[in-house]
């Protein structure tokens, strides 16, 4: 059994999240001067930039931990930095572990480094948006896994994708923890199944040592198993699907592959998944119960009609600018293309946005949203699943037009468009006071997550070595 204690006590401390020429570097002197690692080139991204996998030690249990799957998610770089540090330093509750230990710190380092511009600095809503990037759902990692499920088939998936699909299949690991992260709020977390409460207690344990809020209200929770507290069942896209079904007459077409872990549960079922969601910052209205006096249902399609009107300004701007913009740069593919941020015209007059978590129908016909709104119901219209969500997806249009040869036509967009997100960012600050938002320290997130997941592989060393109850 590890003593998580003991190892979070020793986790060294960085006052950013890690960016990617740190854990090149470091990786590269685990490599030269560390004869207790192996460290191997899985694969490159498309830009040519190395993807490591790095083992460490032997024991009965495999543990797998992977970091960069969605690029605008950081936390988990310096999560898997901090256990490279311990096991580098020799951590005594680490290496007496019967565990294998895999690490690949960056599986998609060409998109992370376009999120550094936000990670590499202290984190505000503004800055977020106005740096912020990610791919297409199909594009990403974690979105692109082969799945054949009713009438959904998607087997394209990303080189990165197939890199850590490979890799999977080479260890197929007991314990697999794919470093994943919210925006803002306390802890939650994700598990293949059910561990038990005596471990959950510990994991609340590891939040209370590190003054961290459990989230009552995990994202996707209408559609998965609780078993405590902010702790639920494994998101699927076959879950995802099951629930747009009663609602949408096409889920097919709003959902593109699977994820990694679905995947690994295909070829090793017995395999302990498990994810540690948690924010950069909170705000007293994340968890607040208190009524606002407000019908949920009328404003969530107050907030999309807001961001459909952008949306309208998003696409005139197009039509005049799109001759003189680059189709090869990773923003452009970003933001064109079904599930892009850009909206199409035909799904916009259907009701869609762009990566928004649930559809427009949904939203309408959906029971559960037709009751009083609490100030929790109203953060997350505004910040979590919709509203902020558009924002920050689309302004990479903007991101693109700053990138792009200035001509005339392009510098009036910009100066259109940043004005207009300006507005929009003023109006949703109208409902959340932005200036109430706590930044959580990077060491305190990056602790919580390595302490929550080396609780959950305990579980797995306590069954697989017959401890349980001799702690």
């Known amino acids: 059994m590890i003593d998580v204690a003991e190892v979070l006590r020793e986790a060294p401390s960085s006052k950013t999240f890690c ?124 979105g692109s896994f082969p799945i054949t499920y009713k009438k959904l088939s998607w087997n394209q998936p990303t080189r990165e994708a197939e890199i850590l699909k490979g890799t999977l299949e080479q260890i197929r690991p007991d314990f697999y923890q794919p470093l994943h992260n919210t925006r803002t ?59 747009l079904e009663r609602t949408t007459a ?21 395999a302990l998944t498990f994810i540690a969601e948690l924010g950069y910052a909170r705000h007293p209205s994340d968890e607040s119960e208190r009524s606002t006096g407000q019908n949920l249902r009328q404003f969530k399609l107050r907030v999309e009609a807001d961001s459909k009107f952008l949306a309208t300004i998003l696409l005139e701007e197009w039509e005049k600018v799109k001759g003189d913009l680059d189709p090869e740069n990773p ?59 558009f924002l920050r997806s689309s302004y990479q249009f903007v991101r693109l037009l700053k990138a792009s040869p200035q001509t005339p036509a392009v510098r009036r967009a910009i100066e259109r468009l940043d004005h207009k997100f300006d507005e929009a960012l003023a109006e949703i600050a109208r409902h959340v006071d932005f200036d109430a938002l706590e930044v959580i320290d990077c060491d305190t997130v990056a602790k919580v997550q390595l302490g929550s997941g080396l609780t959950a592989l305990n579980s797995l060393l306590e069954t697989r070595n017959g401890t349980k109850g001799k702690r």
């Open 185 to 243: 709020g306390g802890a939650f977390f994700y598990l293949s199944r059910d561990i038990g409460q005596e471990h959950y207690r510990e994991i609340y344990k590891v939040l209370e040592q590190q003054d961290f809020p459990i989230q009552t209200r995990p994202i996707w929770r209408e559609i998965l198993t609780p078993f405590a507290e902010g702790i639920v069942e494994q998101y699927t896209a076959r879950k995802h699907y099951d629930h």
């Open 331 to 389: 923003l452009y593919r970003a933001i064109v293309g079904g599930g892009a941020a850009l909206p199409e015209k035909d799904k916009l007059c259907e009701g869609g946005l762009p990566l928004s978590l649930y559809p427009t129908r949904d939203t309408l016909f959906n029971p559960q949203y037709n009751k009083s709104m609490t100030e929790a119901d109203l953060y997350d219209a505004c910040i979590v699943s919709g509203g902020f969500i």
């Open 19 to 142: 960016s990617v020429e740190k854990l090149l570097s470091f990786v590269e002197m685990l490599r030269r001067d560390s004869p207790g690692f192996k460290v191997e080139v899985a694969g490159t991204s498309a830009n040519g930039v190395p993807i490591h996998h790095v083992r460490f030690g032997t024991g009965s249990v495999k543990a797998l931990l992977v970091a960069g799957l969605h690029v605008h998610e950081p936390i988990g770089s310096l999560t898997v930095f901090s256990l490279m540090t311990l096991l580098h330093q020799g951590n005594p509750a680490l290496l007496k572990a019967d565990v294998e230990w895999h690490i690949m710190p960056c599986i998609d380092p060409d998109g992370v480094l376009l999120n550094e511009g936000w990670s590499q600095k202290p984190f505000t809503f503004d800055n977020y948006m106005r740096n912020f990037y990610l791919q297409r759902y199909r594009d990403q990692v974690d």
């Open 250 to 270: 096409s889920p097919e077409e709003l959902l593109h592959g699977a994820t990694s872990w679905e995947y690994l549960i295909e070829i090793k079922p017995s």
